[in-house]
T-cell receptor, first 114, second 116 residues
């Protein structure tokens, strides 16, 4: 079945460092792709999304490009802040027998040192 | 914020007892999902619903059942709770977008369930 694979964490960086969190997916169809963020003690919230190949999603300085040829959707940020410390989830949505499921990766914990 | 409420927020129950978690939405979204979150596993889909009385299994459905008798409510029942079902449970809602694919999911605050 369809699946999402993320780089394992935790990832620890210094403030203002460049961030990349890798995400690849396996899908039989043409999924929509998402990045969600979870701050401590909270539910998940959408960070960015892309619905077709070569689309770039962006929000709060984060970016990710839908690469169909490599089945990837890597998350990047040029200069991280302490407030970016959270768990990040890559996800896809696809249609299965006329209904749509959203499948998540295992999450990557990011810690930013001042 | 999307109108989605989970109840209860915390529950401790004994092994072998039935437990029901409730998810309530005020957004009239088509899709509703139940996930469990465990360290090292991310979010795993338990069951989902694509309409009133229309539900299907996710990847970890054993030991769980669901019901959706109204658009706004999606109930998750642990038929006979076991310690392996100790987890944080999240409900999410979504609409149907381009080519029927679910659009952005909105999440509840989660229910922390402990089975002793």
């Amino acid at each position: 079945g369809d699946s999402v694979t993320q780089m394992e964490g935790p990832v620890t960086l210094s403030e203002e460092a460049f961030l990349t969190i890798n995400c690849t997916y396996t899908a039989t169809g043409y999924p929509s792709l998402f990045w969600y963020v979870q701050y401590p003690g909270e539910g998940l919230q959408l960070l960015l999304k892309a619905t077709k190949a070569d689309d770039k999603g962006s929000n709060k300085g984060f970016e990710a490009t839908y690469r169909k040829e490599t089945t990837s959707f890597h998350l990047e940020k040029g200069s991280v802040q302490v407030s970016d410390s959270a768990v990040y989830f890559c996800a896809l949505s696809e249609v299965y027998s006329s209904a749509s499921k959203i499948i998540f990766g295992s999450g990557t914990r990011l810690s930013i040192r001042p | 914020d999307a109108g989605i409420t989970q109840s209860p927020r915390h529950k401790v129950t004994e092994t072998g007892t039935p437990v029901t978690l409730r998810c309530h939405q005020t957004e009239n979204h088509r899709y509703m999902y139940w996930y469990r979150q465990d360290p090292g596993h991310g979010l795993r889909l338990i069951h989902y619903s694509y309409g009133v009385k229309d539900t299907d299994k996710g990847e970890v459905s054993d030991g769980y059942s669901v019901s959706r008798s109204k658009t706004e409510d999606f109930l998750l029942t642990l038929e006979s709770a076991t310690s392996s079902q100790t987890s944080v449970y999240f409900c999410a809602i979504s609409e149907s977008g381009d080519r029927g694919r679910a659009t952005e999911a909105f999440f509840g605050q989660g229910t922390r369930l402990t089975v002793v």
